[in-house]
């Protein structure tokens, strides 16, 4: 006769066991990573008339997504450039009401406690 499930006294007992809901989450994490790779960094620029609202003061390097949102009653545009630098991202005319993204690779900006975030707005 063949027993359903292995009982208290079963040498294999221990052999086999189910997995617990954070060594499954964990997996799954991983493998979506292994998948993915790291999600880009994101920012939210908010548009009004003569004011611009950052939804974070930096943002690590690498991919990055910058999101321009226009709560206006005037066109706005968006232009970003390193300290330093010499190129310029764009993001084009965006009506009032209305958004756009930006998908950029940017480059590790350099300070001197060797911080990993680059700055990307500075008040004068």
């Known amino acids: 006769m063949a027993r359903l499930r292995r009982v208290a006294g079963d ?3 221990s052999a086999v066991r189910p997995a617990d809901a954070v060594e ?7 493998g979506a990573l ?3 790779g ?16 950052l939804s974070r003061p930096s943002i690590k390097a ?7 949102v226009n709560f206006g009653e005037d066109p706005h545009d968006l232009r970003l450039q390193r300290i330093g630098g010499k190129r310029v991202y ?3 005319i965006v009506n009032p009401g209305s958004v756009k993204t930006l998908e950029a690779k940017l480059l590790p900006g350099s300070s001197g406690s060797g911080a ?9």
């Open 116 to 124: 990993r975030s680059r700055p990307i707005a500075r008040s004068a």
């Open 38 to 53: 790291t999600p880009p960094a994101r920012v939210q620029v908010v548009a009004t008339e003569y004011n611009l609202a």
């Open 24 to 30: 499954v989450k964990g997996l799954v994490l991983l």
């Open 62 to 68: 690498g991919e990055a997504l910058v999101q321009l």
């Open 34 to 36: 292994a998948l993915f």
């Open 11 to 13: 040498p294999e007992r």
């Open 90 to 92: 764009r993001i084009g």
